[in-house]
């Protein structure tokens, strides 16, 4: 299995611009999940998804994000109109969740977005 | 809510030493797991070790292995034999047991430098 995949590796954008953030999760996996991890805030749930539906999005700081998961094999991240501060790393993990059992996430690469 | 605390922003050790990385916690859950995660220079987030909190006996993974101490909510990871590339940022992280989720609460990280 080639793991969790997130595309772009790095972008590079400037204020004001749309920014998409790919992932396509571990086939099979039910659960993904948007973490955003910056030098001041560290590590950060954005929003996980289970079976393709939205189940807590309390991490999304506020109306410039959304994310989407149209189908189990892909979801995106993104930011409308960008600003410096969204510059981070965001990584995207996937879990196959089974109640009450452990479930491990794995996670991707992450994709590096600065915004100038 | 649950919060994770590592107060060492950064340690150092020689090789083939040992370093021991501090993490406490708090959660109102009598069931959860708490996790190590490693981050190389090269971003990506491995799983060192875990541990189920209902589990009395220490996890260990090779030369990892940790001590739990549950009444005093506390979580550390000991590196044995300490080895170059042991060298990265180090995440402790929690997670409640079961149900429809694993959210994971990351702690701040330690930066691991190894000296030659």
């Known amino acids: 299995d080639a793991g969790v995949i997130q595309s772009p590796r790095h972008e590079v954008t400037e204020m004001g611009q749309e920014v998409t953030l790919r992932c396509k999760p571990i086939s099979g996996h039910n659960s993904l999940f948007w973490y955003r991890q910056t030098m001041m805030r560290g590590l950060e749930l954005l929003i996980y998804?289970?079976?393709?539906?939205?189940?807590?999005d309390s991490g999304m700081p506020e109306d410039r994000f959304s994310a989407k998961m149209p189908n189990a094999s892909f979801s995106t991240l993104k930011i409308q109109p960008s600003e410096p501060r969204d510059s981070a790393v965001y990584f995207c993990?996937?879990?196959?969740?089974?109640?009450?059992?452990?479930?491990?996430?794995?996670f991707g690469p992450g994709t590096r977005l600065t915004v100038l | 809510a649950q919060t994770v605390t590592q107060s060492q922003p950064e340690m150092s050790v020689q090789e083939a030493e040992t370093v021991t990385l501090s993490c406490t916690y708090d959660?109102?859950?009598?069931?959860?797991?708490l996790f190590w995660y490693k981050q190389p220079p090269s971003r990506q987030m491995i799983l060192v070790i875990r541990q189920e909190a209902y589990k009395q006996q220490n996890a260990t993974e090779n030369r990892f292995s940790v001590n739990f101490q549950k009444a005093a909510k506390s979580f550390s990871l000991k590196i044995s034999d300490s080895q170059l590339g042991d060298a990265a940022m180090y995440f402790c992280?929690?997670?409640?047991?079961?149900?429809?989720?694993?959210?994971?609460?990351f702690g701040t990280g330690t930066l691991l430098a190894v000296q030659p």
């Open positions: 959660t109102s859950e009598s069931d959860y797991y």
């Open positions: 993990a996937s879990s196959l969740i089974v109640f009450s059992s452990y479930n491990e996430q794995f």
């Open positions: 998804f289970n079976n393709n539906v939205p189940i807590d």
């Open positions: 992280a929690s997670a409640n047991y079961g149900g429809a989720t694993n959210k994971l609460i």
